[in-house]
Nanobody, 129 residues
């Protein structure tokens, strides 16, 4: 079992920035990928970004390309989501996810919830207009 803990959410104005962090307290992550999803009120949870733990390759959804960046620190088993130029439509609960199973091809093919094995509790991001 992999426990994931997110931090860094909050309230920010349109155009502002936030940096989300996710760690695996007390253990080293040995899976294949970590990523971020988000869920706005009344909507399905959607894929935001992911990073390969072995190759550093990344995938990011079109709606945040050029504004969000995913990165990782293998030494601390942490993954980060740098969010710039935030918009009100970015308001959501952001969830960290981890995958233990192997994957083939690009991480963009792994945008469904059932393709990820572990989840954090989520951190709220609110962007005011």
């Amino acid at each position: 079992q992999v426990q994931l803990e997110e931090s860094g959410g909050g309230l920010v104005q349109t155009g502002g920035s936030l940096r989300l962090s996710c760690g695996t307290p007390g253990r080293t992550f040995s899976g294949t990928a970590m990523g971020w999803f988000r869920q706005a009120p009344g909507k399905e949870r959607e894929f935001v970004a992911a990073i390969s733990w072995r190759t550093d390759s990344t995938a990011i959804t079109d709606s945040v390309k050029g504004r969000f960046t995913i990165s990782r620190d293998s030494a601390t088993s942490a993954v980060y989501l740098q969010m710039n130029s935030l918009l009100p439509e970015d308001t959501a609960v952001y969830y960290c996810a981890a995958r233990n199973r192997p994957f083939w091809g690009g991480l963009g093919y792994y945008s469904a919830r059932q393709q990820w094995d572990y989840w954090g509790q989520g951190t709220q991001v609110t962007v005011s207009s």
